[in-house]
């Protein structure tokens, strides 16, 4: 009982400092107001970015990419992302953010309300959900999950839940979902022993902590998808779009570039429109409700 208990005080304490380094994100963040050589009257874009790691990650990986994005478009940009998925998804509906990354599934949804458009995602790759378990667990085989207790980041988190959970469900195999934030949050739950396994995906496991990474396995990978749009809301000008487009797009062209992008663990970005998610739309998934 004591060592259950001083799980739950660990996984506890993880999450505050969480918290606590989303507030100083969110404060380094403003710098990006500021970057490049702007007029003072350029319109100020929020990027989003979908919060799957801690917000002290994503300002740390995301932000040589932003710097030089806004370098090269001559746009300001900052960054802003959200405490956890489910929240993301409410000011996605509200359109508060100008220009925002988010998974597959989010994209065909407030693609239709409030009306983003797509214009680049990774080149050359393809978003595959991961279910991982504690190295030290007997659980050999997808059967071996019947009646486990498994965390996920989110409902309508695309690759981590939707297309593990459809995995489990097309085996017939019963479980019990627990949604805890974010897929650092799954990792480090799985990795504490506080659940039988959790959903993630390639990119973020290999980026996850690595107290938590290094006691876990992937036990096994779904198909995979179009991967994460970089879309921009309604009122953003086709100029600005254009811009955006084309400084994701020859980001890779320069070493500087290129070395930004690494943290991401992407190679590039290429152009892209609304139809590339068709693949996604065929799924017919229907989590979040349009308004």
């Given at each position: ?59 740390r990986d995301?932000s040589p ?160 998808f179009t ?65």
């Amino acid at each position: 009982m004591r060592s259950i208990v001083k799980r739950h005080i660990v996984t506890s304490f993880r999450h505050l400092l969480l918290i606590a380094a989303f507030g100083a994100a969110i404060a380094v963040s403003n710098a990006f107001a500021h970057a490049g050589n702007h007029d003072d009257e350029t319109q100020l874009l929020v990027f989003g970015v979908v919060p799957q790691q801690s917000s002290a990650k994503l300002i740390r990986d995301w932000s040589p990419v932003l710097k030089k994005v806004s370098e090269i478009s001559g746009l300001k940009i900052r960054f802003a992302t959200a405490p956890n998925i489910p929240e993301f998804e409410k000011r996605l509906a509200a359109g508060e953010y100008d220009v925002a990354y988010m998974n597959p599934y989010h994209f065909t949804v407030y693609n239709q309300s409030p009306g983003y458009k797509a214009f680049a995602h990774a080149k050359g790759k393809r978003i595959k959900g991961i279910l991982v378990v504690n190295k030290s667990s007997d659980i050999k085989s997808v059967s071996d999950l019947q009646g486990k207790n498994l965390a996920f980041p989110a409902p309508a988190a695309f690759a981590a839940t939707l297309l593990t959970q459809a995995t489990l469900k097309n085996q017939g195999i019963l479980f019990t979902p627990h949604y805890v934030g974010s897929h650092d949050s799954a990792y480090l739950a799985v990795a504490d022993g506080l659940f039988d396994g959790g959903g993630g995906i390639v990119r973020t496991l290999g980026a996850a902590p690595p107290e938590a990474k290094s006691k876990l396995r992937v036990l096994f990978t779904t198909e995979g998808f179009t991967p994460h749009a970089i879309a921009t809301h309604p009122s953003v000008s086709e100029d600005a779009r254009i811009r955006l487009q084309n400084a994701f797009v020859t980001l890779s062209d320069s070493n500087e570039g290129e070395m930004a992008l690494k943290a991401l663990n992407i190679k590039a970005f290429e152009q892209a429109e609304d139809k590339d998610w068709d693949d996604v739309r065929a799924l017919q998934i229907s989590v979040l409700n349009v308004d």
